[in-house]
Structures are given as C-alpha cells and as structure tokens.
C-alpha cells in the first residue's frame, strides 16, 4: 500500500507568514491528492483537490501543488482563523490513505 | 443544498455489532464514490471503507472482514455494518463523498466499551 506522509507534524507561525505543508507519497498518485483542514471540534472541510484545484468557497490564500509523489499546501498568508489540523489524503485508487496530519497554530 | 446525515452511533459492547446510515440529498450516492473515514479521540482521521459508483468496495486492512459497506439505491442511503467490534473501532464515524462535491456528514459518535 501508498504510504502517505506529511511534514512537519506542527508548526507556529505568526500571522501573515507564508506556511508550508509537504506530503509526501511513497509511489506515484499523479495529481490524486487533497487537502483537508479540521477546526477543532470540527468536521474536515476540503481544500484543495486534484493537487491544485481551489474547492469553491475556499480563500484564495490557499494553494497546492505538485504531482506525482510530491505535494505542497501553501498559505500565502496565515490567519488567525487558519489555525487547525491540516490532513493530505490520496484517492487514486484504495486505501484512500491519509497523512498523519500537521497542526498549524499561531504565535 | 447538498446534505449528508449519519446516524445509527451509540455504545455497544466489544465484539457486538452495530450499522451506520448514511442519508444524502442533493446527489446521488449511486453515481458517486462513497467513503467511510473515521476520527478515534484525539488522534488523526483514518480512511475506513470505500464504495465506487460501479459498486466495487475496498476497505481499510484493520476493518477487513468485520465492517461491510452498501448502499440502498431506492433510498439514496449509504450504510457500513460493523460486527466483531473492537475496543478501538471507537472512534465519529464519518460518511463523505470523494472525489466530487466532496461533502461530508457531522459524524456519528460509536463507543465500543465493556
């Protein structure tokens, strides 16, 4: 099975700072990737989908990249309400496998 | 408005069984991929079951051969029958659909505890 691997597990950052989430596969899943953010006590809210692709509704200060085994979630800008867990999940094909998560807070 | 709704979450004993629904309005569930993922207490979310819209399943190596994922097409319903329940199958059970839409339910909390 693809393991999925994220990195780091958690962060601080202050707020305006561009952040960084890597997610790493162990074989190729093409642009079969998505990123989730959960709020605490929330449920999980896509972000990303297609490695690239903005979900409707999302804020433009959130990207992704990359294709094959390499993926990036990027905010350009962090904000006091982008604090929370952000998960990368591949569906390519079963297990639809996620990534162990990265906390993301303020300082 | 796209809505999906869990339920059928309670507390039962190790090594009973129990059978989540999953209600969905606004899409088909026939027509798209349908996934089970869970969130034990504290922890991370793990993906659990899988049905495709030709009806294929798949199911996470730590579920197999105890959790059984269906749908009812007459009533636009996903289900995921559980049995053999585990101590740490405790966990909100989610319903989402992938792949499109990408909607998910509030979850429904399943406690497995003597």
């Known amino acids: ?107 | 408005e796209v809505q999906v709704v869990e339920t059928g979450g309670g507390l039962i004993q190790p090594g009973g069984s129990l059978r989540l629904s999953c209600a969905a309005s606004g899409f088909i569930v026939s027509s798209n991929y349908m996934s089970w993922v869970r969130q034990a207490p504290g922890k991370g979310l793990e993906w659990v079951s899988v049905i495709y819209n030709g009806g294929s399943t798949s199911y996470a190596d730590s579920v197999k051969g105890r959790f059984t994922i269906s749908r009812d097409t007459s009533k636009n319903t996903l289900s995921l029958h559980m049995s053999s329940l585990r101590v740490e199958d405790t966990a909100i059970y989610y319903c989402a659909r992938v792949d499109t839409g990408w909607d998910w339910g509030q979850g429904t909390l399943v406690t497995v505890s003597p």
């Not at chain 1, 953010?37 to 989908?49: A, D, E, R, S, T």
């Not at chain 1, 992704?64 to 085994?69: F, M």
């Open chain 1, 1 to 107: 099975d693809i393991q999925m691997t994220q990195s780091p597990s958690s962060l601080s950052a202050s707020v305006g700072d561009r952040v960084t989430i890597t997610c790493r596969a162990s074989q190729g899943i093409s642009n079969y990737l998505a990123w989730y953010q959960q709020k605490p006590g929330k449920v999980p809210k896509v972000l990303i989908y297609a490695a690239s692709t903005l979900q409707s509704g999302v804020p433009s200060r959130f990207s992704g990249s990359g294709s094959g085994t390499d993926f990036t979630l990027t905010i350009s800008s962090l904000q006091p309400e982008d604090v929370a867990t952000y998960y990368c999940q591949k569906y390519n094909s079963a297990p639809l496998t996620f990534g162990g998560g990265t906390k993301v807070e303020v300082k």
